[in-house]
């Protein structure tokens, strides 16, 4: 009876949703989305907003570096996004001579701004549901793999005929578990430079240690330029481009913020699971939660060792380090949210009240009544499968670098083996000695051997024989458990591990099948697609049911305002600026500010060092305009606003369109909103517009960027 009484309860928050919470699509805002906004403070109308026949705030938002959110703030093409979204860029740039990532980067002029290689930034161009013509062929009668190969087949042909000879980009997204589709039509500019980085001190500031969490003090933010060919079209890099003539930009508001003030991000969220089944909460709780986070806590500490002690191998792997890191305490955080926030309690009590629903109508019963039977047998198998296939990623094929590189060149030696054509053979070894560069540029053997032996012994101790590669099992019990010989010798022998041993491979390639590496490789990977036949069985199983729930939530609950889970696509997400109660007698303000930074300071240390400039600033309190009212400089701020990872970078937003902030993270009290959205303690943590401002001019002293810059 207590265990119900709970269920009961929780069920009541499961119905309920704060006007804060969704991340709606901004082309479909309906009239209650909009009272909402203007109740809050919105002064803006939906085509200001969002249009296609106008300019409006949409055509200031961008896709960046195919992972994160940024926005034009200028009329000459500056974008704005995250330190973290820029540094795997930043790094490239870098090296001992030109440590940008310690040191910073500023240019003074056009002249001195860097090129990208490889980065790019999508404009959104158009919106078009298709989902009847992708759903076409498709009948009650139709199996889930039928399903699957008509869906496939139809989103190909659709993208070939709006495509045509245009140079856009085309993707086919699905909604609601893949009950509607919708078609994003991109514009992609790849000539994007380097502005601005802060130095690792403030871009960087609380590292690890305060990521996910609130305070922050972080001066999160990185300045890009979008370059254009002469007549303003899209086009590589060249010498000959030109700054882009922003189609909107989003002016800077200098006056703060306050509690309660109106805030909207636009952006692109990743991914949320939010109408999921209790079966997916269980498992990242006890399967695929633990399983990343003990495999990354391994990968972290052999990198922390060698970075440590090496300031070459910190630049080569600081943006690497950053990855598996952000992650890694994500799962640390959303396994103990869930349990926290009981959120595998919530769900069943969802799919109790489903279950009842659906079995008073005869209807229903006949539509839903024997979805969950399916649901059961997909996680059954994913239960048993989700910790190993968690492994064959994280510390097999994409553990060791050197093991995932050699599976560039599993094409090749399938062309040797076929005894293909010799020029054929020549011509991909060509293309791959020019993948190279990049990878031994921020490369350290050293360091791998490390990582690659240290996973796969944790892969040897934690996977049953049965579902683990033939090869690691082999290794193991001959070892004793232990990898670091074996490894040792093969980093030795392989041809992966050794730009030279690899450049002269490729001068004459032969077969792989005696390189230790590659073998290994390719037996994980075999395994790998072994297990994956179960996944495909499982979602075979299940994948009907989870959408037909998806259909009949919504059924159900006519009156609840629904908005999609997040899928890379953009998104408008509205609240206020709030502080909020952690936990008992735990009262967080909605702000920080310098002297937080100064309190955190720690010299030498790579998580908390302030460069010497900025501290003599605040020694002497040089904030000038960008102090508030009480002569405080406001680093970070939090609001109600409901996003997640993707919407880093993403721009905050008043009432009138200005920018007053830039989002970057969320609080360690929500990490199971990805799944739940915690409608009492769920913020955003945003970097001040006024702190940008003032590391932009007092830090680097880029009075050509303030200039450019329209300030209110």
């Excluded at 200098?254 to 805030?263: F, I, M, Q, S």
């Excluded at 009156?559 to 889970?565: E, G, K, L």
């Excluded at 360690?668 to 517009?689: H, K, P, Y």
Aim: net charge negative; glycine share 8%; charged share 25%.
């Amino acid at each position: 009876m207590k265990r119900l009484a709970l269920v009961l309860a929780l069920l009541l928050s499961v119905t309920v949703a704060s006007a804060d919470e969704g991340m709606w699509l901004p082309y479909a805002l309906n009239g209650q989305n909009l009272a909402e906004m203007q109740a809050m403070g919105c002064k803006l109308t939906k085509d200001q907003i969002f249009s296609f026949n106008q300019p409006s705030i949409k055509d200031a938002i961008v896709q960046f570096g195919g992972g994160c959110t940024g926005e034009i703030i200028s009329p000459e093409g500056l974008l704005l996004t995250n330190h973290h979204c820029g540094l795997s860029f930043v790094q490239k740039l870098s090296s001992i001579e030109h440590d940008y990532l310690t040191d910073g980067f500023w240019a003074k002029s056009k002249g001195e701004e860097l090129p990208n290689p490889g980065l790019s930034v999508l404009f959104l161009n158009q919106v078009e549901d298709v989902t009847e013509i992708v759903l076409q062929g498709i009948t009650d009668g139709t199996t889930e793999a039928e399903r699957e190969e008509l869906i496939g087949n139809n989103t190909r042909e659709l993208v070939k005929e709006r495509k045509g000879d245009r140079k856009v980009r085309i993707e086919v997204v699905p909604f609601y578990s893949g009950n509607q589709y919708i078609l994003f039509e991109y514009l992609e500019y790849k000539d994007v430079r380097l502005v601005c980085c802060p130095p690792w001190g403030i871009g960087k500031f609380g590292a690890d240690t305060d990521n996910w969490t609130w305070p922050r003090h972080k001066g999160d933010f990185n300045i890009f330029r979008v370059y254009t060919a002469p007549d303003g079209s899209p086009a590589e890099y060249s010498a000959d481009n030109v700054p882009m003539k922003s189609k909107w930009f989003l002016p800077i508001n200098l006056n703060g913020v306050k509690r309660g003030d109106y805030a909207m991000i636009l952006g692109y969220p990743g991914s949320t699971d939010r109408y999921s089944t209790s079966y997916t909460v269980k498992n990242i709780i006890e399967e695929e939660g633990p399983a990343i986070i003990d495999c990354r806590t391994t990968k972290l500490n052999n990198y922390r060792k060698h970075m440590d002690a090496d300031q070459e191998v910190f630049i080569q792997y600081a943006s690497k380090q950053a990855s598996v890191s952000n992650y890694w305490k994500y799962y640390i955080g959303q396994v103990k949210q869930l349990k926290r926030n009981h959120v595998y309690e919530k769900r069943l009590a969802q799919e109790a009240e489903f279950k009842n629903w659906a079995n008073a109508s005869a209807a229903r019963q006949i539509e839903y009544g024997k979805i969950f039977e399916g649901i059961e047998k997909k996680w059954e198998i994913l239960d048993e499968i989700q910790k190993s296939f968690v492994y064959h990623r994280e510390a097999g094929w994409n553990g060791g670098e050197a093991i995932a590189f050699s599976r560039r060149f599993r094409g090749i030696n399938k062309m040797i083996e076929d005894k293909a054509d010799k020029e054929d053979i020549k011509a991909a070894a060509e293309r791959l000695m020019g993948s190279l560069d990049g990878f031994y540029k921020d490369y350290d053997m050293s360091l791998d051997q490390d990582v690659t032996a240290a996973l796969l012994g944790l892969f040897y101790k934690n996977i049953s024989a049965e579902l683990m590669p033939s090869e690691i099992l082999r290794i193991g019990q001959e070892n004793n458990g232990d990898f670091t010989e074996y490894i040792a010798k093969a980093f030795q022998k392989s041809v992966f591990t050794d730009r030279a041993r690899l450049e002269k491979w490729l001068q004459k390639p032969k077969k792989l099948d005696k390189d230790p590496i590659f073998t290994l490789a390719n037996n994980i990977i075999e395994s790998y697609g072994t297990l994956y036949e179960r996944y495909e069985e499982a979602q075979n199983l299940g994948n009907a049911g989870e959408r037909l729930y998806m259909k009949g939530l919504m059924e159900m609950q006519q009156d609840r305002n629904f908005y999609p889970d997040a899928n890379f696509t953009m998104r408008l997400t509205y609240g206020t600026v709030e502080p909020y109660r952690a936990a008992d007698a735990v009262h967080y303000n909605y702000y920080t500010t310098m002297d937080g930074v100064m309190a955190k300071y720690v010299p030498g240390n790579w998580e908390f060092d302030i460069p010497q400039d900025v501290r003599d600033l605040v020694a002497k309190k040089d904030y000038g305009r960008y102090a508030n009212e009480k002569g405080e400089l406001v680093v970070n701020f939090i609001t109600t606003n409901d996003i997640t990872g993707g919407n880093s970078g993403s721009p905050v937003i008043d009432g009138e369109g200005n920018l007053i902030g830039l989002a970057f993270d969320g609080n360690w009290e929500a990490m199971s909103g990805d799944l739940n959205f915690e409608n009492q303690v769920q913020r955003t943590i945003c970097v001040d517009a006024r702190y940008l401002l003032w590391c932009i001019e007092k830090v680097g002293k880029c009075d050509n960027i303030i200039k450019e810059l329209v300030i209110k």
